[in-house]
């Protein structure tokens, strides 16, 4: 079984990351984006009001074909990184299990 790409609750971590710059690259609003991501419609206007946490949105970035500094800029680098490698582990500690989800 793979880590959930994007674990529903709390990060525990206060850097967040606005929905609004990948949201740009995508056509077809929120349910575009829901089905690209694996969750429901909710879940996104949630991350539209809260953000997004270092893990998810390198995994959104990579589902959008790119690379989180290529959609957040240099926010991506120079936010405050738990491990310091550019995305959070996954709870299996494999960041592959991350990129392995969005194949």
Same mark, same amino acid.
């Given at each position: ?7 529903? !609750?709390? /990060? *525990?971590?206060? %850097?967040?990351? @606005?929905?609004? @710059?990948? %949201? ?10 829901? #089905? #690209? ?7 996104? %206007? ?10 998810? /949105? ?5 589902? #959008? ?12 680098? *120079? ?6 490698? !550019? ?7 494999? *960041? *592959? ?7």
């Amino acid at each position: 079984m793979r880590a959930d790409p994007f674990p529903k !609750g709390h /990060a *525990t971590q206060t %850097e967040r990351f @606005p929905l609004g @710059p990948a %949201e740009s690259l995508l056509r077809g609003g929120t349910a575009a984006l829901a #089905l #690209l991501c694996g969750v429901n419609r909710r879940q996104v %206007e949630r991350w539209r009001h809260q953000g997004l946490t270092v893990a998810q /949105a390198d995994h959104l970035a990579i589902l #959008l074909g790119r690379h989180p500094s290529a959609v957040w800029g240099d926010a991506w680098w *120079t936010t405050d990184l738990p491990d310091g490698d !550019g995305a959070d582990p996954s709870p299996s500690g494999h *960041t *592959t299990d991350l990129i392995g989800a969005a194949a």
